[in-house]
């Protein structure tokens, strides 16, 4: 393998240059040429360098796919910028899965992890971060894909304005979140802008043209805009809870075989829609089958979701993202996340606000 620098710990790679056959192997097959998540730090003109996670779920391959694109593009001409390259779970994209049964999330083990800290993925990752933080970093960026019907959205853990105007340049759809412990965009936040791009379902060309796109328009970025962002350039959000199913009920999509929760078969169509109290997410035989949690981790089922008379509807008004009807998805992650619209921050109140995002 050409250009290797180090290898850390057992199980990261740091390269100099692109493995051969990187830029035409499909993600599914990178474990061909990579022995687990690799770090490559390509020069540019501008010698700080934007930092690209891709492929942290081994079933979201758009970043993949965009980075091929973009440095296709640049074969035989100097990046605008340097990019260092994060490639994450190719095991788990070797079988076309969000991550093995035996391995935990990789978005779950950066430094701030709360679960994983004796993971060799944790020490990976923690070596990632070190490695970008003494090399000084523009911007960063993870690329994840959806399994549900979903827009194209940025998740930010500040709102900061260089944050914002980073996020804009991918789509005016924003969700502020205080960020989940041990995820690749919380890690980075307090580094340089960072944010998470949802780019779609996965096997989209338009999804990884819009994800290449971005790309290519934040290495040619020479500095963020001094203007602010106005309240008419963007539709920002907050996410105030998050849903999971516990490991002990039983669901299903649609109904069917017996089970202690029947979702709507078209759950996912709700996303980035505004839902009234009273509406329905599915039927259920037990008294409160679901866990909700808000951002500090309390317990907020109550206030979401009412249950009597085996119909699972909320409480008060509501904006899911991320509603998916595939089954592993929801036991491995979440079955989505509540959100209520954000009024922009001005300037002047931006002080105020700090402390509230700083330890995101």
């Known amino acids: 393998m050409s250009g290797l620098f180090k290898s850390l710990s057992f199980m990261l790679t740091v390269l100099e240059t692109l493995p051969n ?33 891709a492929l942290l779920h081994g079933n ?23 990019l260092s390259i994060l490639v994450g779970n190719v095991a788990a994209a070797r079988e076309g899965l969000r991550r093995l049964d035996h391995q ?27 490695r970008m933080q003494a090399r000084g970093l523009f911007a960063s960026i993870d690329i994840h894909n959806n399994t549900g019907i979903n827009p194209h959205y940025c998740v930010v853990n500040r709102l900061d304005q260089p944050v914002l105007q980073l996020a804009l340049l991918f789509s005016r759809t924003v969700v502020w979140f205080r960020g ?9 936040s307090p580094l340089c802008p960072a944010l998470t791009v949802e780019c779609g379902k996965p096997g989209s060309p338009a999804n990884e043209e819009h994800a290449a796109r971005f790309i290519e328009a934040c290495l040619h970025l020479a500095q963020f805009p001094v203007h602010d962002v106005h309240e ?13 199913v516990p490991s002990a009920i039983s669901f299903d999509f649609g109904g069917g075989a017996p089970a202690d929760i029947h979702f709507d ?24 089958p679901l866990d909700v949690r808000d951002e ?29 009807l595939d089954a592993r998805a929801v036991r491995q992650d ?7 619209r954000l009024p922009l921050p001005q300037r002047e109140s931006e002080a105020a606000a700090r402390p509230l995002c700083a330890s995101l």
């Open 60 to 82: 979201e391959d758009s970043g993949v796919v965009a980075l091929q694109s973009v440095l296709l593009n640049h074969a035989h001409r100097p990046l605008p910028r340097a």
């Open 296 to 324: 500090s981790g309390r317990d907020v089922a109550a206030e979401f979701f009412d249950c009597s008379g085996g119909v699972i509807r909320l409480r008060r008004a509501s904006t899911p993202a991320m509603l998916t």
């Open 21 to 53: 056959r990187f830029l035409t192997t499909p993600a599914r097959e990178l474990y061909r040429l990579l022995p687990g998540p690799t770090l490559i730090h390509l020069a540019g003109r501008r010698a700080t360098p934007l930092f690209v996670s």
């Open 104 to 130: 935990p999330d990789y978005n779950r083990v950066w430094p701030g992890t709360d679960r994983h800290a004796d993971a060799p993925e944790h020490a990976a990752m923690s070596e990632v971060h070190r």
């Open 334 to 340: 979440c079955l989505c996340y509540l959100m209520e």
């Open 232 to 244: 008419h350039d963007i539709d920002l959000y907050h996410t105030v809870a998050t849903v999971r």
């Open 265 to 288: 078969e078209q759950l996912d169509h709700m996303n980035f829609r505004h839902l009234d109290p009273g509406s329905a997410f599915g039927t259920t035989r037990r008294e409160f």
């Open 180 to 188: 989940l412990p041990g995820s690749q965009t919380t890690a980075f």
